[in-house]
């Protein structure tokens, strides 16, 4: 009697091959491509409105985002005129258009979570506010030559970072959903304040502080304006009208949300290989304002506190590794000589650039949140 063969292994299909990166103009002209021939949609006319491209990582807006979203306009004027676009404001908003969201975002072409970033995926999604579902995507991958990703100057002037959860809900709705799919419903229920914040960011980068402090606060009040970055743009236009009180404020706000969802993330830059902040006043001259409320609110809410430094991309990670242990040390010392009670409630630890989030390696401003230093909440 024969004796039946066991059926031989198969094996898991070969994982696909990243996609060769193109150069950056090219790979934005094929996304926009993608998006609007495929865009599932009735009707001879379609009012469309962009919500401006952020970073798929910080949520930061940069001088690559900027020029995308002029280069998707300039497309769609000459391209696919049955796109009528509309600006981003309340107003168009109210009569339910088809929004464009994208992400930018540094990745390592192959896979390699821990491999340097050295390519750009660009993801754009087209989200109808009448049908409430995701009509259409375009993807890319482009070359980092000629990128730019130096942030805008609000997010280049903001001090601390944080996982707002309405850029996670425009990140997620960008990359994380599929044709057909519903939006997610807390990017729609912050939709309308955060047409106000970038009119208050777009304020505040004209210098018309006033105008832009005036558009936070009315955000702040609508359904879903409690947002990070309503806070950040109060102390940023206090600080430059110069309202000493109204910033201190302002920035203990962010403190107190930041220690509530235990994630503090300031920039405090220091020099190159060094303990010590970087040599400009007119970067430095708020960092002791900064710890003395991060000292005076975590003692405030009986909180003890891991300070954690980090480091960008550049030397050996073991050289990293102390460098970054030796800053967090340094400012748990700067923290403990203002609140002198709270020397058995803090350590310092470092990560080097374990946890970095942009990756870079530039040591510039576009990756300045790679060398932020972190406020954890612990156990006392």
């Known amino acids: 009697m024969a004796v039946a063969q066991a059926p031989a292994p198969v094996s898991p299909p070969p994982a696909a091959a ?13 996304a926009a491509a993608d998006l609007f021939a ?3 949609l009735s009707g001879e006319r379609v009012d469309l409105v962009i919500d401006p491209l952020i970073d798929g990582i910080s949520g930061a807006q940069s001088t690559s985002t900027r020029s995308m979203q002029q280069t998707l306009s300039d497309i769609v004027g000459a391209s696919y005129t049955r796109f009528r676009l509309q600006p981003f404001t309340t107003e168009s908003l109210a009569r339910e258009p088809v929004v464009l969201i994208g992400t930018f975002t540094a990745v390592n072409n192959a896979g390699d979570a821990k491999g340097a970033r050295d390519a750009y995926r660009i993801c754009l999604t087209l989200a109808d506010l009448k049908s409430k579902r ?17 942030p805008t100057t609000y997010y280049r002037d903001a001090p601390l970072w944080a996982k707002d959860p309405a850029t ?3 990140i997620k709705v960008c990359q994380g959903t599929k044709l057909g799919e519903p939006i997610d419903p807390v990017y729609l229920e912050r939709l309308s304040a955060a047409a106000l914040i970038n009119d208050g960011i777009l304020e505040y980068e004209a210098r018309r502080y006033r105008e832009a402090l005036a558009f936070y606060r009315t955000a702040r009040m609508l ?35 930041g220690l509530a969802s235990n994630q503090l993330m300031v920039k405090l ?6 303990t010590q902040f970087i040599a400009n006043p007119q970067i430095t001259e708020p960092y002791p304002m900064w710890l003395s409320q991060i000292a005076t609110r975590a003692r405030q809410k009986d909180a003890c506190l891991e300070i954690v430094g980090h480091t960008s991309r550049t ?10 242990v030796l800053r967090a040390q340094y400012v748990m010392e700067l923290l403990q000589a203002g609140v002198p009670d709270s020397r058995n409630r803090m350590i310092a630890t470092g990560k080097g650039f374990n946890e970095n989030l942009i990756g870079t390696g530039k040591d510039d401003a576009s990756d300045a949140l790679d060398r932020r230093v972190e406020f954890k909440v612990i156990g006392c």
Not at 228 to 238: P, S
Not at 269 to 274: I, T, Y
Not at 315 to 324: A, C, I, K, P
């Open 269 to 274: 830059l220091f020099q190159p290989g060094s």
């Open 18 to 30: 990243a996609p060769a990166p193109i150069p950056f103009a090219e790979a934005l002209q094929r």
């Open 168 to 170: 996670e809900a425009y």
């Open 223 to 257: 359904p879903g304006g409690d947002q990070h970055r309503v806070r950040v743009g109060a102390y940023l236009a206090a600080s430059k009208l110069g309202r000493s009180e109204d910033a201190v404020d302002a920035f203990g706000d962010l403190v107190d949300s």
């Open 134 to 150: 995701v009509v259409s995507k375009g993807v890319a991958r482009a070359r980092p030559e000629g990128v730019d990703v130096t």
């Open 38 to 40: 495929k865009a599932d």
């Open 315 to 324: 030397g050996t990670q073991h050289l990293n590794e102390r460098l970054s």
